[in-house]
């Protein structure tokens, strides 16, 4: 056998040497070897977390067929230090390469969150809290804080009014801070310049707008009917007359569910009670609506100063210009409730 052939030989051994092992890289770095437990599989990684402790979550919650190529895979891609953090669905099987490329690059599942009705800062850090990083408490030790927002215009009493009901998608790696700063984007997003001023011309700023929304929210049942109540409250505004608005009572109280405020609920010693304080209350008693907001920046024009409930419970109001006519249908109202035995 001449010296030819025999490099021939070892040549066509290194080759298939080569492809063998290449196959079996590829085998390893590109074919599916990581699979989700059940349907899918969700990865917390919080903020801060270190590499062992990404990969510890890694491996309890997802079925690997070689974590030794998996950790080789990371050290290759530098993971250990540029690990994301986030929350991952896994809802198909993965290469080692996709999945640690999926963590490198931060290309984590948004969480939808969607708030309405909401009253107080308690009742957002709870609605909130849990579905990002963020739990409760951060949420309320950051509110509690005026100085993380003072800055920008907000006290403790007003900071609610950047919470506008909708639904929003976050990152679940997202800190208190980090919620304040999205949703004062989405506030500043809604203030146009062409809603500022139309605040302007109603004499309020923006906060006191949403102040009033609130209460208006509180008042109407229906829609079409925020305008004209909206209307109602400026008039009263405008001329130094009280609000007169129950819903304040109401979050004067803490007590949402009465149903008939009674006059020693209006004797309640509180900035928030209406009856007694002229003017706007320090700030919202709910997080603002759109459909409120708009209400007021848009409110119909008229000379009502008084509102009540209609008497067939059908969610609309009867409108007043003088306090007898109020009286008056305050006192149909009034009788309804007494015939249907509601006495709080």
């Known amino acids: 056998m001449n010296s030819r052939r025999i490099i021939l030989i070892i040549l066509a051994l290194l080759l298939t040497a080569v492809l063998v092992i290449s196959a079996v890289i590829y085998s390893r770095l590109f074919r599916p070897s990581v699979f989700p437990k059940g349907e899918e599989s969700t990865l917390y990684i919080p903020d801060r977390a270190s590499y062992k402790q990404a990969m510890d979550t890694i491996e309890a919650n997802l079925d690997i067929k070689s974590s030794r190529t998996l950790h080789w895979v990371a050290e290759k891609k530098k993971s250990p230090v540029l690990v994301k953090p986030g929350k991952y669905v896994i809802s198909k099987p993965m290469s080692a390469n996709d999945l640690i490329n999926m963590l490198r690059g931060g290309r984590q599942m948004p969480v939808r969150i969607t708030f309405n009705n909401i009253r107080t800062l308690n009742e957002l850090a709870g609605k909130i809290g849990g579905q990002i990083e963020a739990d409760s408490a951060s949420i309320m030790e950051f509110f509690s804080n005026p100085a993380n927002y003072s800055s920008d215009g907000f006290s403790r009493e007003t900071v609610i009014s950047v919470f506008i009901p909708d639904t929003y998608e976050f990152f679940w790696n997202t800190s ?80 949402f569910s009465v149903s008939r405020i009674l006059y020693k609920h209006l004797e309640t010693d509180s900035p928030y009670n209406t009856y007694k304080h002229a003017g706007l209350p320090p700030g919202p008693i709910a997080c603002p609506s759109i459909s409120g907001l708009e209400a007021v920046l848009n409110a119909e024009k008229h000379d009502y100063l008084y509102f009540a409930a209609r008497p067939d419970f059908s969610g609309y109001h009867n409108f007043a210009r003088t306090l007898s006519e109020h009286n008056k249908n305050a006192r149909r109202y009034q009788s309804e409730l007494n015939r249907r035995r509601i006495y709080r």
């Open 176 to 255: 208190a801070q980090k919620l304040y700063v999205r949703m004062l984007r989405e506030y500043n997003r809604f203030w146009s310049r062409e809603r500022i001023k139309k605040s302007g011309e109603l004499g309020l700023t923006p906060r006191e707008v949403s102040t009033l929304a609130s209460i208006v929210d509180e008042e109407a049942l229906k829609n079409d009917e925020k305008p004209r109540i909206a209307g109602v409250y400026l008039n009263r505004l405008r001329r130094g007359m009280p609000l007169q608005a129950d819903p304040t009572i109401k979050f004067a109280i803490n007590d």
